[in-house]
Structures are given as structure tokens and as C-alpha cells.
């Protein structure tokens, strides 16, 4: 065992208690949710995250030692300190490092009102060795602020406030994550990037939910005139019948200042009932537009196929003549995931493949990419890769456990020459225009292996005790190999995923 890590992250409050506020959570405490969601027979969706919930869903969510599930309709404040203590993983047993968080959250929610913050101070220091090819950043967190001794040191305010305007919408806004689609991991909007000031409009009505964020991210990897860039994203997702759903996203991103204007928040993009790409012709703009369809098919009572499509650009001639021309841009997702298997409640799995042509994400600036603080806003192995994953898991009132394979194929650059790994650099600078495939430059196999268990001892809070192993092993087209495995202790209460997984 290479490293032994002591991590204790206290004490984050999850309220799930108001008919119109967020339930936020890993896969595991998502588990119930997302099986009542996909298979009620409803009309649910399980597209956007954190869940929005409500009066009938209150008992649908992970329960532990003390049952906080009823619906209390009056209203209540609550605040709890947290606290995150972790071994550095940049350590050296002469003189160990301690990373920390720690400060407070405070929690309020009535009938039509929920906000929740956090506000405090992280410092720490990492191992950024493995991705040095690409440039410095702390996982979910944010810049390096001191590249030399590789430490950061940030405030810390993040949170939501929402407000449900009647019963079809809820507006929210805050400094937090959003997460778009099915499958564990997601080319459209991941909550890997760290946490972004931003609006959001949520709309539900007969069998149609459809959502637009207008957010605010910050890119320092590029010279320009601001640092600042502005995306307006939507999600439209439509139950087509109880056991079929269909959905559309498109994303589009622009500069807060380029040569010729200062744009801000552009008016064109706060329309939330078009369609952007044909506004982003119609103003004679070159900003960075997405696009991406989805569906989803529910087998039986146990089991769902979802797939999702990510096109930054192309040309359907260059496709038919099978060129490899860099310009077509896109990925796709395949997968499936099984609940209750055996018949054994919280017994589950998912087996999905992620593959993403070089390119994909990155514009002629990392002005418009679509990326936040050096981090990608969807997949964290970014672009030209291809990854396949199998976790198998088990969720049972306060008991997790679950183990996960990864097999991940990716390129990237080498002799100074960009080959699409890095969504960072300009596009132009590419290694050609044709014959680009995925995998290309210098390219790395790597396999993943996670075990996880842990015990909740908190339902309200979200807090569990756990143990995981997380083993490592790669290796290039010189040889060049890396192996890292490292066995975490603690106490963490999570309100996403912990991507430790790439």
C-alpha cells in the first residue's frame, strides 16, 4: 500500500424536507430516488440534477439510523459547522501535509422557499504529477494558487436558493454544481468542474420538464481581454410513454469581452424558449455551440438502456467519405443499469462505454471551450478517449458498498504537437486536418479499481463512515507506467460525486 490516507469530512447538511427543494447526494444515497423516479410508471425524469422533489416523493431517498423523511410544512433554520481533515496526497513521510475545509452551512425551508450555503476556508496541497501534460489543478476545488509548492488556499461559498414561482416552475440561482443526464458519467454537464455562479429555470408540465441554466465561469488558461465567459445551456426531456424517454440539450458559449465589445450576458442567449444555434447564424457569431439528443428505455421494473450524443461540429460529407477529418467533433455514451438484481433490494449495477473524438470541447480560445478553472464542464478525461466502466453495488437503509472497474484509452500530446487531449489548447494548432481518430499521440491505457464501504450515521446530514481502496495502473506507448494505490478512512457527508476516478 502505497499511501494510508485519513480523511474526515464532517458534518454537510442535505435537507430533503420541502415540497420543492433539491436532494443531492452520490449514486449511492441517490439510489431509491432514482428507482422510484425510472420506474413509477409517473410522469418523472431523472435527466437534471440535484433531484428537484416533492410532497409525494418525501419518503423516496436513503434513510438511516433516524428517519427525517416527514414533510414538515412549516418553516425551519438550521445551521451545522463542518469540517475536512485528509492526509495530502503530495506527502512526504519526513513531513507529512494536512489538506482541510472546515466553516458552516446553514439550511432554510418553508412550503415555497429552500436555500442552503456553505461559507468557510480550504487549504491543502496535491500531487498533480499524473496530469502535468495538461496544466495544474485541484480536483473539483479549482486553480493551484502556488504552482511551486503545489498548494492552494481558498474561501469557500457555495450554495442554492430556490423559489417555486407556482406549481409548473421553480427558479433557483447560487454558486453550486449542475449535473445533465442518465448515466454515471455525462457529455453534456458533469459535476466535476468545480462550483460556478449561476440561474437556473425549471419548468415541469404534462409529460414535458425542461430546464435552462445561464452560468458564469472563469478561464485563466488563455491571454485576453477578461477572464470571465458566459454559457446558456437547456435541457429539454419528454416522456414519450411510460417506458420510453427522449430528450434534447444545446449548449452555447461565449467570451465576456473580446476585441470589439464588451458582450456580458448576451440578450440574444436569455430567450429561454429557442433554440440557440439558429440565433448564434442569425448574429453572425462564431461562439462555441453543443449539441446533444438522448433517450432512454426502461426493461420491465428493474432495468433501463440509456444512450446520449454530444456533436460540437461536423460535416456529414466528411463523414460519409470517412476522412478522420478533425473537425468532426462528437461522443457518445452507452449504457445500462439494473436495479435489484436477484430480486435483492439495493442490489444494482451499471455498465457504460464513453467514447469522444479529439477536439471535442475545445474552440480557437480556452476563452470559449467548454471548460471552468481548468477543469472540463463534462467528462473529466475531456476529449479523444474512449472509457469503459462496470460498478456493481449494494444500498440498503444505512449500509453502502460498492466496487467499480474503469478501462480507460486515451491520447495525448506529445512533441509539442496537439492531438486533441487537451480541450484547453486552440484548435488550430492540430497535427493535421484529416485521418484523426481517438486514441492518437502518445497513448495511455489505464485501468481503475475502486472498493467502497461505508455507514450512514447521519440520514439528515448525508454523513457516513466509510473505508475505500483506490488502485491505479497505467501505462503509455513508451512504457512509461504509473501505479498508485491509495486506502482512505473517514467520515464525509457528499452533495456530489467523488471523482477520483480517471
Given amino acids: 500500500m502505497k499511501k494510508n490516507i485519513l480523511n474526515i469530512v464532517g458534518l454537510l447538511i442535505v435537507f430533503n424536507v420541502s415540497s420543492q427543494q433539491y436532494i443531492f447526494g452520490d449514486i449511492q444515497s441517490r439510489y431509491k430516488m432514482e428507482k422510484y423516479i425510472c420506474f413509477s410508471g409517473g410522469n418523472e425524469h431523472s435527466l437534471s440534477k440535484p433531484y428537484q422533489i416533492n410532497n409525494n416523493q418525501s419518503k423516496i431517498y436513503q434513510k438511516g439510523i433516524w428517519d427525517y423523511s416527514s414533510i414538515k410544512d412549516s418553516s425551519k433554520f438550521t445551521f451545522l459547522p463542518y469540517i475536512s481533515l485528509q492526509e495530502s496526497p503530495a506527502i512526504s513521510f519526513s513531513s507529512p501535509k494536512i ?118 465561469h472563469e478561464d485563466r488558461y488563455s491571454k485576453g481581454f477578461s477572464n470571465l465567459k458566459w454559457a446558456s445551456s437547456h435541457l429539454l426531456s419528454y416522456n414519450v410513454t411510460k417506458w420510453m424517454n427522449l430528450s434534447i440539450f444545446e449548449s452555447i458559449v461565449w467570451q465576456n469581452k473580446d476585441t470589439l465589445v464588451n458582450r456580458g450576458p448576451d440578450i440574444n442567449y436569455l430567450n429561454p424558449f429557442i433554440f440557440f444555434r439558429p440565433v448564434e447564424f442569425g448574429i453572425g457569431s462564431a461562439d462555441n455551440a453543443l449539441l446533444g439528443a438522448g433517450a432512454k428505455f426502461t426493461i420491465g421494473k428493474h432495468s433501463l438502456i440509456y444512450s446520449s450524443f454530444i456533436l460540437d461540429e461536423f460535416l456529414l460529407s466528411e463523414i460519409s467519405n470517412r476522412t478522420g477529418w478533425w473537425g468532426n467533433k462528437y461522443g457518445i455514451q452507452y449504457g445500462i443499469k439494473i436495479f435489484d438484481i436477484f430480486k435483492l433490494d439495493g442490489l444494482y449495477s451499471i455498465l457504460e462505454f464513453n467514447a469522444v473524438r479529439p477536439f471535442t470541447y475545445s474552440h480557437i480560445s480556452s476563452k470559449q471551450n467548454y471548460g471552468h478553472k481548468n477543469h472540463s464542464l463534462a467528462h473529466p478525461l475531456e476529449s479523444n478517449f474512449q472509457e469503459f466502466l462496470v460498478l456493481l453495488g449494494y444500498q440498503k437503509n444505512n449500509l453502502d458498498f460498492s466496487v467499480q472497474y474503469h478501462f480507460q484509452k486515451y491520447g495525448i500530446d506529445s512533441a509539442n504537437i496537439n492531438f486533441g487531449g487537451n480541450m484547453f489548447e486552440p484548435y488550430i494548432n492540430r497535427n493535421g486536418n484529416y485521418n484523426q481518430k481517438i486514441g492518437q499521440g502518445n497513448l495511455v491505457n489505464q485501468h481503475i479499481f475502486i472498493a467502497q464501504f461505508s455507514y450512514m450515521i447521519s440520514a439528515l446530514t448525508n454523513t457516513k463512515v466509510f473505508f475505500s481502496l483506490n488502485s491505479l495502473n497505467s501505462k503509455d506507448i513508451n512504457d512509461v507506467s504509473n501505479t498508485n494505490q491509495i486506502f482512505n478512512i473517514g467520515i464525509s457527508s457528499r452533495l456530489w460525486q467523488y471523482q477520483q476516478d480517471y
Fill in 99 to 216: 489538506n482541510y475545509a472546515a466553516g458552516l452551512q446553514f439550511n432554510y425551508l418553508s412550503s415555497k422557499f429552500f436555500y442552503q450555503f456553505r461559507v468557510g476556508f480550504q487549504e491543502g496541497f496535491l500531487n498533480n504529477n499524473r496530469f502535468s501534460y495538461k496544466r495544474p489543478y485541484v480536483r473539483s476545488i479549482g486553480y493551484v494558487d502556488d504552482t511551486n509548492s503545489m498548494s492552494y488556499s481558498k474561501p469557500m461559498l457555495e450554495g442554492v436558493i430556490s423559489c417555486k414561482l407556482n406549481n409548473y416552475i421553480l427558479l433557483s440561482a447560487g454558486n453550486e454544481k449542475n449535473t445533465f443526464g442518465d448515466g454515471y458519467r455525462s457529455l453534456w454537464l458533469s459535476d466535476f468542474a468545480p462550483v460556478y455562479p449561476f440561474v437556473k429555470l425549471e419548468s415541469t408540465f404534462w409529460k414535458v420538464k425542461y430546464v435552462n441554466i445561464w452560468s458564469l
